[in-house]
């Protein structure tokens, strides 16, 4: 068995690790910066106005505009991916319903603005997929509800 010769001494290795450490540190910091700035670009906040209006248009209550970027982003996240899936057909069924769980669950009719801002963020953020959806949607039966 052959023994290393060991040619640095303690407070050699002690500065080579803390240069590599502090190099990291900065590069850490500065990437953590860049991905907060990169989120926040022109065309999302331009899309989250867009929403935010048309919410108010309708008389939803609107997020801040910091919310719809940090959800939405530039491409709408997870309600663009596919929205006329069977598991998100099936979410929004799911809150049509009366709320009970288990057996006692039974789909009601609502107003129909209760399925407008789905709508709305697919004609903002993905509009190539909201004709589908509209079918969908026009498939539903809505009640008329006072104050709805």
Request: aromatic share 4%; glycine share 10%; hydrophobic share 40%.
């Amino acid at each position: 068995m052959t023994t290393v010769d060991e040619r640095s001494t303690p407070r050699q290795r002690l500065i080579s690790y803390l240069a590599v450490g502090i190099a990291l540190g900065v590069l850490l910091v500065v990437g953590l910066l860049l991905f907060r700035s990169a989120r926040s670009d022109a065309e999302a906040e331009a899309k989250a106005n867009q929403l935010i209006a048309r919410l108010n248009q309708e008389g939803a209550r609107a997020p801040t505009q910091d919310q719809v970027i940090r959800l939405l982003g530039t491409d709408g996240g997870s309600i663009c991916v596919d929205p006329n899936s069977a598991l998100a057909r099936a979410m929004s069924d799911s809150g049509l319903s009366n709320g009970a769980g288990g057996p006692g669950t039974r789909p009601v009719r609502t107003a129909d603005t209760v399925i407008t801002g789905e709508t709305i963020v697919i004609e903002i953020y993905c509009p190539d997929k909201l004709p589908v959806f509209q079918e969908y949607v026009n498939g539903l039966s809505f009640a008329e509800v006072t104050g709805g």
